[in-house]
C-alpha cells in the first residue's frame, strides 16, 4: 500500500513512525525517541549521480512471524531498493539493513554507499545540555583510538573529539544512551559517525551491482533502552566467537620480540626455554613458544635466515615441541620487499599509490629494510594463493600458533579516512590517489577473503593472533587479536595500551579473545641490572602522550601493567628475557598468572574519559581495580552499590600486599600517582 501519510508500526518494543511524504522516520523505546531519521542510497550509472531516499514515496508493508518487522521499498528505472527494520521478542535491539536489486538493462550501477540512519541529535535528550552528553566510539581498526568525550564544549586531556568513523558507538547522558552496532563479520565499510549535530551510520560500498544482481549492507543494531556498557556486552552475544573469555588463560605464552626485536636467534629461543622448564610454576602455565620478526632474510618470500637458525624454521618447532609446547612463528601476509619474488614477478600485486607500489615508510623517507616495503593488494587473485601457500608452508614446518602483523595497513588509508590526522605516515597520504586491481569487489570482502585463505591453510586446530587487524574481516576466524598499540616499558605506553584494554573490552569472548600486548615487567626495580634493555635515566624525557619516553617502569608501574592485563581477561604473553627477573619481577608474573584469563572487567566510572574503577567477575570471584592514571595523587570513594556488591563479611584481599582490607578504607582511598590496587573477594 502507498502511504501519503505518518503511520505508526508497533515492533515489539519499538515503536516506529514513518512519514512517507517527507521521508522521515522516528523510532521510540522506553520512553527515547530518535527522530527526524533519513535513509539514502548513492550510486552511479555511467556519468550520472543518483541519490535516493529509502523513506520518501515508499511502499511500506509490515510482517508477523516469530520476529515483527516493516519494510519500505522503492523502485526506479533501475534499482528496487527495500530498508527492513525487524524486532525480536525479548530483545532490546532493533535490526536495520538494505537490499537493493538491480533491475535495468543497461550498464552496471556503481554502488557508492547506503545511509541507513542519518538523524539529529537534538531531540535524543531533549532536556540535557549538549555540554553534558558523551559520544563513545569503537573503532574500526584495532589501531585506532577508541574512547569517549563529550558532544560539545570543553574536552578533557583524554577525551576524543566528535567525528570519528566507528564500527560501534553511541551516545549517552548517565544510563541514558543510544547505542549502534554491526553485526560481525562484515563486507563493506561500516561506520557510525558522530558530530556535534548528527549520528549517521553508513555503509561504504564501492562496487559494482549488475542488471539482475542482489546485494544486502551489513546489518546494523540499534538499542534505545539499556546503558551503553550493557548494550554492548548484550550485543557481544549476538557474536560468534571461537572460543569464550574462560578459554583465554589456556592460551598464555613467551614472544621474543619486545627484549630481541629483530635480534632473535635459535639460541636465545634455547635459551628462554629452558629458563621457562627450569620454573615449574611458570612452565605449567605457558602452552606457546613464538618467535617473532627477525627470523626471516626477507619479507614477502619468507624464508630463514640461515645465520640466525642454522638448522632452519621446521628443525626449530620441532624442538619447541617437544620440550612441550606449541611452535609460534611471526609473520606478515601483505608485507612484501620491493626485491621479493611475488614482486619481481608480478609488480602489479603491490597496492598502487600514485602509479607505484605502495610503500609508506619509503614516503616518509625510511631507508632499507623499511623503505623497501610494500604493502599487497588484497584484492588481487594472485595475492590471495601467495596468502594461502605461505601459510601452508609454515604449517608444514610444524608450527601451530600464527602471529599475522599488519592486517589492516594495505587498506588503512582508504578504509579509515579520519587517520589522516592521527598519524604522521597517513597524514601525507590521499585516499583519491590509491588504485587496487579490482576495488569494484568491495575492499573489505576482497580483504575477507585473505583472511579465509589463512585460515584454511592452517586449518581449524591452530591458533591465529591477529595485529593491526580489522574486526569486520577477522571476526570468527581469528581466535584473538591486539587491541592496543605497542607496549613498551615506559608508563606512557602503559596508558595507551590501557585505553585500548578498557574501551575494546566488549570484544573479549565475544568477537575473539583480547590480546592486550605483551606481559613485559623489565625496571629498575624488578630486573637484573646486567640484562636491562633500557637506560635507567630512559632515551628521551618523560611526556605523558610520547611513548618510549620516560624512565622504565618502576616496581608500581609493572604492577600497574600487570593489574591492568589481568582486568583485561585476555591473553598472557611474556616477552621478557626470563632470567632477568628479579624476587619482585617473578612475584608480579606469578600473581599475574594466577589470576589471568576469564571476562574482561567493566568500568564503573565509565562516563570518566579513562575509567579508573573496573569491576571483574568471575563466577563468585569479584576484582575490583582501582587505578589512578593521572600525574598527581587522587582520593577514590568506592562506595558498595547494585553495580559493585562488596562483601559481606567487609573484608577484600589486596592483591599486591596480601593484606586483608576493610571495605571503609575503600571509602577514603588516596591513590598515588601512576599506581592502582587490585581488590579480591568472592561472592557468598
Known amino acids: 500500500m502507498q502511504l501519503t ?25 522506553s520512553g527515547r525517541t530518535l527522530d527526524n531519521i533519513e535513509a539514502n542510497v548513492s550510486y552511479h550509472q555511467g556519468d550520472e549521480v543518483h541519490r535516493l531516499s529509502l523513506i520518501r514515496n515508499a511502499m511500506v508493508s509490515s510482517m508477523t512471524s516469530g520476529d515483527t518487522g516493516l519494510s519500505c521499498r522503492i523502485i526506479t528505472e533501475e534499482l528496487t531498493a527495500r530498508l527492513e527494520f525487524i524486532a525480536r521478542e525479548h530483545d532490546q535491539f532493533l535490526e536495520c539493513r538494505c537490499e537493493l536489486h538491480a533491475i535495468g538493462t543497461r550498464a552496471d550501477l556503481l554502488i557508492d554507499a547506503v545511509e541507513l540512519l542519518d538523524a539529529p541529535i537534538a531531540g535524543l535528550f531533549p532536556d540535557v545540555p549538549p555540554t553534558e552528553v558523551r559520544f563513545r566510539g569503537q573503532t574500526i581498526d584495532v589501531w585506532s583510538q577508541p574512547g569517549t568525550g563529550p558532544l560539545a564544549g570543553v574536552r578533557q586531556e583524554d577525551d576524543l573529539a566528535p567525528g570519528g568513523y ?21 563486507q563493506w565499510i561500516d561506520s557510525v559517525v558522530i558530530t556535534d549535530g548528527r549520528v549517521l551510520a553508513k555503509a561504504r560500498l564501492d562496487t559494482s551491482l549488475s542488471p539482475k544482481d542482489t546485494l544486502y549492507t551489513d546489518r546494523l543494531f540499534l538499542n534505545l533502552s539499556q546503558p551503553m556498557p550493557l548494550a554492548l556486552a548484550d550485543f557481544g552475544a549476538k557474536q560468534k566467537p571461537r572460543h569464550t573469555a574462560a578459554e583465554s588463560a589456556d592460551h598464555s605464552g613467551w614472544n621474543s620480540w619486545d627484549y630481541y626485536h629483530l635480534e632473535i ?37 619468507w624464508e630463514p635466515d640461515t ?14 615441541h617437544d620440550a612441550g609446547f606449541v611452535p609460534g612463528i611471526w609473520s606478515a601476509p601483505f608485507f612484501a620487499d620491493t626485491h621479493c619474488d611475488i614482486l619481481q614477478r608480478h609488480p602489479e600485486c603491490a597496492v598502487q599509490y600514485r602509479g607505484e607500489p605502495y610503500s609508506p615508510y619509503k614516503i616518509i623517507g625510511c631507508d632499507p629494510p623499511w623503505g623497501d616495503r610494500c604493502y599487497l593488494d588484497p584484492t588481487h ?23 599475522t602483523d599488519f592486517l589492516s595497513d594495505p587498506l588503512r588509508a582508504v578504509v579509515s579516512p579520519e587517520l589522516s590526522a592521527q598519524d604522521a605516515i597517513m597524514s601525507t597520504l590521499k585516499s583519491e590517489d590509491f588504485t587496487f586491481y579490482d576495488a ?9 577473503a585473505c583472511m579465509h585463505a589463512i585460515r584454511a591453510a ?66 629498575t626495580e624488578t630486573y637484573d641490572p646486567a640484562m636491562l634493555d633500557i637506560p635507567i635515566e630512559g632515551t628521551k624525557p618523560y611526556k605523558r602522550k610520547e611513548g618510549n619516553s620516560g624512565r622504565p617502569f618502576s616496581v608500581h608501574e609493572a604492577r600497574l601493567w600487570a593489574t591492568t592485563l589481568i582486568l583485561s581477561g585476555g591473553l598472557i604473553t611474556l616477552s621478557d628475557r626470563i632470567n632477568g627477573w628479579n624476587a619482585h619481577g617473578q612475584e608480579i608474573v606469578k600473581t599475574l598468572l594466577a589470576y589471568a584469563g576469564g571476562r574482561a572487567a567493566i568500568p564503573l566510572d565509565y562516563q570518566h574519559p579513562l575509567p579508573g574503577i573496573l569491576l571483574k567477575s568471575d563466577g563468585p570471584r569479584r576484582l575490583l581495580g582501582v587505578i589512578n592514571w593521572s600525574e598527581t595523587p587522587q582520593t577514590f570513594h568506592i562506595i558498595p552499590s547494585a553495580s559493585l556488591p562488596l562483601p559481606t563479611n567487609g573484608m577484600l584481599r589486596n592483591l599486591w600486599t596480601g593484606a586483608m582490607v576493610d571495605v571503609k578504607e575503600l571509602q577514603h582511598m588516596l591513590i598515588p600517582a601512576h599506581d592502582g590496587e587490585l581488590f579480591a573477594w568472592e561472592l557468598v
Open 440 to 448: 569494484g569487489m568491495g575492499l573489505l570482502r576482497a580483504h575477507r
Open 265 to 301: 636467534t635459535q639460541q636465545q629461543v634455547r635459551e628462554n626455554l629452558t629458563a621457562i622448564n627450569a620454573l615449574p610454576w611458570l612452565r605449567d602455565q605457558l602452552r606457546y613458544i613464538i618467535i617473532d620478526d627477525g627470523w626471516e632474510t626477507m619479507v614477502g618470500d
Open 5 to 29: 501519510t505518518t503511520q505508526s508500526y508497533k515492533l515489539h518494543d519499538f515503536l516506529l513512525v514513518i512519514d512517507t511524504a517527507r521521508g522521515v522516520l522516528s523510532i521510540t523505546s
Open 166 to 186: 566507528y564500527l560501534a558507538g553511541g551516545l549517552y547522558h548517565g544510563d541514558d544512551a543510544l547505542t549502534l552496532s554491526y553485526l560481525l563479520p562484515c
Open 307 to 320: 645465520l640466525k637458525f642454522p638448522q632452519g624454521m621446521s628443525a626449530m618447532a620441532t624442538e619447541i
Open 458 to 523: 592452517i586449518g581449524e586446530e591452530s591458533f591465529w593472533l591477529g595485529c593491526g587487524s580489522y574486526i569486520a574481516t577477522g571476526a570468527e576466524l581469528m581466535d584473538a587479536s591486539r587491541i592496543s598499540s605497542d607496549i613498551a616499558a615506559h608508563y606512557p605506553n602503559l596508558l595507551q595500551c590501557a585505553r585500548g584494554m578498557i574501551f575494546n573490552a566488549p570484544l573479549h569472548g565475544a568477537i575473539w579473545l583480547n590480546d592486550p600486548d605483551f606481559a613485559i615487567f623489565r625496571g
Open 381 to 403: 587473485p594472485r595475492v590471495q594463493e601467495h596468502v594461502y601457500q605461505l601459510y601452508r608452508k609454515l604449517y608444514r614446518w610444524g608450527f601451530r600458533y600464527f602471529k
